[in-house]
């Protein structure tokens, strides 16, 4: 095992957990059967209560549909869609029985979906609609032990209830308890930025473990105000293990919680209005698209001034309060205070109602979010703690505590993790949160796992109270033919800090220099036009104004201000096309496929090299 730089970082662990995930369902009704346990829309679009004891009984008669259509202890069963009620309840319904779920993205192409469910032999599969029925049927012929494939939108809920209502209940009760913590839960599949997507094993006590750790440290950010009912909205995918967490942390932290499947803004406000949760859990995107609608908001209503004004009195104001806490200084001046009260009632106030009034906590992961915008979210009366995990952990190794937030880091280990910082800087995890392995891949798991120990292929730096700070990915790292290794991650992050910016990728790999290529945001640019009285124009001939030009240069200026000239952007393009994940430059989680990037823009990029 490699050296470290760092001595470990512990914190005290949680109790062991016990049995598996579908006794919270159970023992939840059996204390508080009429305690709100989610909130379902309904055909009118109105939010609908359904108690504990109301989920008991959908999740039971369920599991025994699915043990009267087959499916048994072990089996492996993909869900394919999008975030909604049902595919919560067949979670639990499956792990009631002791089936294995295996998540699939909504936007999974045939061949992807024919790769997890060949590698993870599923004997069935739930979609959400009929594209998603055609697309598996494409590649149906090459999964002979598929038997089964079921349609949320075909009814396939109302049937399996009616095909199990014969069955003894004493019969789902006998799988539930033969269920341990050791028993696998799920089999999630990487994001495949490097290559081929590989199978995590989980098991149920990796994700008992993990939402108990997160309770126990983070439970009072769950509420708006001391002694309110907790409740959040989950619009993170579930097919991701971030939202997977936050579905088990509800139930087993009592979380008023319910669903939204579309996280553009015209589908997402109006439920966070409607549903009014206490506190959300999202990934930096979203809080990034958050702040520039509400900087476009003001643009329009001519009050960009006073906006930009109210976002550097919150910064301030934040990390007055951030010295305060470590005792590097005394807190907001007398005028820094009432600069904030009077930004509180013209800009906060709104920024806060946007998200349905309640929220003053949230919960980030996923990405790096940007410290200045953590500390203005901090100062408009929404607390961001932000964490960091992989799927290989069951989400958060590490998270910024409530009492001492420090911005920039994504936190101290939870409760019962150990961090460490290899001699390579590379960051290593142990816990009772770390995964089995990958599914039939033994190399792989080898490569990741050491006497305990997670290889994480993340680099990073822990500070002397413990907070880690990501830097950079070990794969990423670029190396010019100068022999500069440089990071790539800090230079896009910031370039991206700018309006216009959608997406940008730092290339340089054995070539002289580093360069970019960079993407434009289509919303932000045409804002940003009739702020300046232009007529809309086709997004390809606005990546050669040289207005915009001008622009992006301001962005690429000012990330290298971040780093030495040898790792500096020399030179960019902006493309007509975002990278998306159609075109298998993303991944479902919006991470950069670097590679297949590099090889669809390899004119573009031997361009940026010559002359």
Not at 362 to 388: H, K, N, P, W
Not at 582 to 596: D, I, Q, V, W
């Amino acid at each position: 095992m490699q050296g470290f730089t760092n001595p470990p970082t512990t914190t005290t662990s949680a109790p062991a957990p016990a049995g598996g995930l579908a006794d919270t369902v159970f023992e939840y009704a059996r204390v508080d059967p009429q305690h709100i346990a989610l909130g379902r829309k309904d055909g009118a679009g109105q939010w609908r209560d359904v108690t504990a004891a109301e989920f008991r009984d959908e999740v039971l008669a369920l599991a025994k549909g699915l043990l009267a259509n087959g499916i048994r202890f072990g089996d492996r069963v993909a869900i394919m869609s999008r975030t909604r009620y049902e595919w919560t309840l067949f979670d639990f319904a499956l792990w009631t029985i002791g089936a294995q779920v295996v998540p699939v993205y909504p936007t999974s192409s045939a061949e992807q979906c024919f790769w997890m469910l060949y590698d993870a032999e599923v004997t069935a599969a739930i979609v959400e609609h009929e594209d998603h029925a055609m697309t598996i049927a494409t590649v149906i012929d090459r999964l002979p032990r598929l038997g089964r494939l079921w349609q949320l939108d075909d009814g396939c809920v109302r049937e399996l209830y009616e095909a199990g209502a014969h069955l003894d209940d004493e019969l789902v009760h006998r799988h539930r308890r033969a269920v341990t913590p050791e028993a696998i839960a799920t089999v999630i599949y990487t994001s495949g930025t490097t290559g081929r997507p590989k199978g995590c094993v989980l098991t149920h006590g990796n994700f008992m473990f993990e939402a108990d750790a997160i309770i126990d440290r983070w439970e009072r950010v769950f509420h708006s105000k001391k002694g309110d009912e907790a409740s959040t909205l989950l619009f993170l995918p579930l097919a991701h293990v971030f939202g997977r967490m936050v579905e088990v942390a509800a139930f087993r932290g009592r979380v008023r919680f319910g669903h939204q499947p579309e996280l553009h803004a015209s589908a997402l406000l109006p439920d966070l209005a409607a549903f009014r949760p206490t506190f959300i859990t999202a990934v930096p995107y979203i809080f990034e698209k958050m702040y520039s609608a509400a900087r476009r908001k003001a643009e329009k209503d001519g009050k960009e001034g006073p906006f930009l004004k109210a976002v550097d009195v919150a910064v301030r104001y934040a990390e007055a309060l951030e010295a305060k806490a470590w005792g590097t200084g005394s807190g907001p001046s007398p005028a820094l205070r009432m600069q904030h009260q009077l930004f509180d009632k013209l800009v906060y106030s709104k920024v806060r109602a946007a998200m349905g009034g309640r929220i003053r906590n949230a919960m980030s992961g996923g990405s790096a979010m940007d410290r200045r915008l953590g500390l203005f979210f901090a100062g408009a009366g929404v607390q961001i703690y932000e964490g960091y995990g992989l799927t290989e952990s069951t989400a958060a190794a590490t998270a910024n505590p409530p009492d001492r937030t420090r911005y920039g880091t994504v936190g101290q280990a939870v409760p019962g993790v150990s961090v460490h910082v290899a001699e390579d800087g590379e960051v290593w995890l142990r816990g009772g949160n770390v995964f089995q392995g990958y599914l039939n891949n033994p190399k792989a798991t080898d490569e990741s796992l050491h006497e305990g120990w997670l290889a994480t292929g993340d680099l990073g730096a822990l500070d002397e109270d413990g907070y880690l700070t990501i830097t950079g990915r070990k794969k990423e790292i670029l190396v010019t033919s100068g022999g500069k290794s440089v990071s790539p991650g800090v230079l896009e992050e910031r370039v991206r800090d700018h309006p216009l910016v959608h997406q940008c990728i730092v290339v340089g790999n054995d070539r002289p220099y580093v360069a970019a290529l960079i993407t434009l945001d289509q919303d932000a640019v045409e804002h940003w036009l009739q702020m300046q009285g232009r007529p809309r124009r086709d997004i390809s001939r606005l990546v050669r104004d040289p207005a915009v030009e001008t622009e992006v240069r301001r962005a690429v200026v000012a990330a290298n201000t971040l780093v030495s000239q040898a790792e500096s952007i020399r030179t960019f393009r902006v493309l007509v096309q975002p990278f998306t994940e159609e075109h298998g430059l993303l991944t479902p989680s919006l991470k950069l496929k670097r590679k297949a990037i590099e090889k669809a823009y390899g004119q573009e990029i031997d361009a940026l090299y010559q002359g």
